[in-house]
């Protein structure tokens, strides 16, 4: 598998005429290699050159693990009293390149990184690599797409241990802490992102930060997690209730259930990915809220929890088979509070698949049913 990506990285490059990749540790290497290192303060990068094998500048102690990803690699290790320079160097005289752009993670690679290579490479100008891979890690193959459903399952039994344990009064903190407890329960690898789990004025921050503040009967509690299993992300939303809310929080929350079944209704091949943001929005839209759907409909997942096809307006990337993706629209009213219904869909032959399957209804939770 990895074998075959990495020739058709190679080959891409060729297309474009760009003579040589430089990649970081990060999803990008591992989707190509299978490899992942530590990002650390002594440089490992990989070089992807047009012809020929590949090369790997890393620490010495680091070639043994290397060695076991199915790469031709050439090796250019340093150790830690001789530094990197020198290695990069010999990389350069090996590869026999200079004085042309390299194609590199604009988004990821740090100054560090850049500094060396443009040293020993006498890079003109960093182009980014980004494109290049989004449209080789953009559609999923079915072994990508099983451990998707396997990171969801995961998930949402990780969500079914941990709603009878919530409490009204009980902290968002302490019940962020039992989620990602419950997640590790239910056979994560390691978590996709740090859990938001935020209830009342906080739900209106689609980003917030769980705290201290006890959760209140009557409020929102909104909860975005996911769990990574075999490198592979899930990332799902639901909105619940704390006992019995104001009634506006029922017809606000009936609003986005729709405009999520809208999203996830107009998924199938061959249409803008923009044409999914439409198709949530205008539910949103047509019922007064626009303004309170504050950012895109979704975003792409795999190997990051984030990657493309984004969900957005002028996104015009036609969705194909293979293509994974959130639907995700939310109303956030600021100072009182906000719902988001998020779920995770690959695009399939003739339409579209949610891969998420956890109720969307808005339940009450909370109460002990001790009695
Ligand atoms: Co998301």
Sequence with gaps: MFALRWLRFQEALRREGIELAALIPGANLFYLTGLSFHRMER???????????????????EIEKAQAAP????????TDEEGPVSAFQRA???????????????????VMEWSLLAQAFRASEPIPAEPLL???????GPEE?????????????????WLPQIRIGMTEREAARRLIQACFAAGADALAFEPIVVAGPSTALPHATPSDRPMERGELMLVDFGVVVDGYVSDLTRTFA????????????????????????????????EAVDRAARAVIEAAGYGAYFIHRTGHGLGLEVHEPPYIVAGNATLLQPGMTFTIEPGIYLPGKGGVRIEDDVVVTETGGESLTAFPRELMRIGESHDS
């Design 242 to 273: 704390l006992g019995e809310p104001d009634p506006v929080w029922d017809r606000i929350y009936e609003v986005v259930r729709e405009a999520n079944a809208a999203g996830r209704a107009a998924v199938r091949p061959g249409i803008p990915a």
């Design 134 to 140: 989004a449209r080789l890690r953009m559609i999923k």
């Design 92 to 110: 350069a005289e090996t590869l026999g390149v200079s004085g042309r752009p390299i194609a590199v993670e604009t988004l990821a690679m740090r």
């Design 145 to 161: 797409i099983a451990a998707m459903r396997r990171a969801v399952a995961v998930a949402e039994e990780a969500l079914r241990m």
């Design 43 to 61: 440089p490992i990068v990989a070089l992807f050159p047009i012809e020929g094998d590949p090369a790997l500048i890393l620490p010495s102690f």
């Design 71 to 78: 790469i031709p690699w050439r090796f250019f290790s340093y």
